[in-house]
């Protein structure tokens, strides 16, 4: 039975130096984690230098996420690089007939079903780690939101500097000059 997600990049593994090049579009069939708006659309290029799996490429989704200040859902535009190793171990069967290259699980979360990389969890790794780690709407820190006043939520200002130190700036003048 083959799998959509699974992209067989043995012909790069047994043949070091060939390169497999792809374009991929993927909706991300039940992820739950985040909301796409439209597929995550990139490309991947494999290559193998006989003891080592290189993937590069560069993947872009638009995502609806929160702000970190008001929790009003926010459109963003995710553009990140794939730039991954994976341990190869084995002769490529371009240079034995009796034994061939595979890649070598190292990982927790599998990204490998042999020597089929899982496009999805790639991806999917790769647009978690990538998204916005605090999201503002327009009005961000700085000016007051509708959006969070209407949700109770008050931004505290809070008494800034310290104040056993305020008698030692009258010691210096504006200028930067001390006073004797």
Not at 2 to 24: C, E, F, S, T
Not at 28 to 34: A, D, I, L, R, V
Not at 111 to 136: I, R, Y
Request: net charge negative; with cysteine.
């Amino acid at each position: 039975m083959k799998r959509d997600d699974l992209l067989d990049l043995n012909d790069a593994l047994q043949h070091p130096g060939r390169r497999v090049a792809v374009d991929i579009a993927t909706a991300m069939p039940g992820e739950s984690e985040f909301e796409l708006l439209g597929e995550v659309e990139g490309f991947i290029e494999a290559v193998s230098t006989g003891n080592m799996l290189l993937l590069t490429g560069e993947f872009q989704a638009r995502c609806i996420v929160d702000c970190a200040r008001c929790g009003a859902p926010l459109e963003k535009e995710v553009v990140y690089p794939v730039d991954e190793q994976f341990p190869v171990e084995g002769t490529p069967s371009a240079f034995a007939s009796d034994d061939f290259a595979k890649v070598v699980p190292e990982e927790d979360y599998p990204l490998f079903e042999g020597n089929a990389l899982m496009v999805e969890a790639l991806v999917h790794q790769g647009l978690v780690v990538n998204l916005p780690v605090q999201p503002l709407c327009r009005h961000g820190w700085d000016e007051p939101c509708p959006e969070a006043e209407a949700r109770g939520m008050t931004r505290k200002v809070f008494d800034e500097g310290r104040h056993e130190f305020d008698r030692l700036a009258s010691l210096k003048s504006p200028d930067g000059e001390s006073e004797e």
